[in-house]
């Protein structure tokens, strides 16, 4: 897995995790890639640090700042994830066949969320339907 640091040509400024550098490059090309804050499809990575530890110390500062980073990354995935529940409909299993009704009906603006399987985002990605995977990050842990 690898970490971008991720600017849409609005720049807005934004991290993703990818399975490796191809799987970025693959997505981006796809246009599958979009900003989180203003869904531009215009995607590039940015200027990253890598990580280095030169410490053996069992408490060193590169677990203090990743702890404190994982907070901050957990912490916008759930200011993420109250703004969807107060703002979309929850939709369950249902998602592929909703997303199709609000997709093929120009005049429906409804907004919804909900759980789709690999094999169900693959079929709708074909007949062209958007799709956005947000890590859904547990309120109570």
Same mark, same amino acid.
């Given at each position: 897995m690898i970490k971008y640091n991720l600017k849409c040509e609005n720049n807005h400024e934004f991290e993703s995790w990818f399975a490796d550098s191809k799987e970025f490059e693959k997505l981006n090309s796809r246009k599958l890639l979009e900003c989180i804050f203003c869904n531009s499809k215009k995607i590039s990575k940015t200027i990253m640090a890598p990580m280095v530890s030169i410490s053996n110390n069992k408490h060193n500062n590169e677990f203090q700042i %990743? +702890?404190?980073?994982? %907070?901050? +990354? *957990?912490? *916008?995935?759930? *200011?993420l994830r109250n703004y969807i529940e107060k703002n979309f409909e929850y939709v369950g299993k249902d998602f592929s066949k909703k997303v199709r009704e609000i997709f093929y009906d120009k005049k429906n603006k409804k907004t919804i969320y909900g759980i789709a399987s690999n094999e169900e985002r693959d079929e709708l990605r074909e007949e062209g339907i958007d799709l956005l995977s947000i890590p859904w990050v547990d309120k109570d842990n």
């Open positions: %990743n +702890e404190y980073e994982l %907070n901050r +990354e *957990k912490q *916008k995935l759930l *200011k």
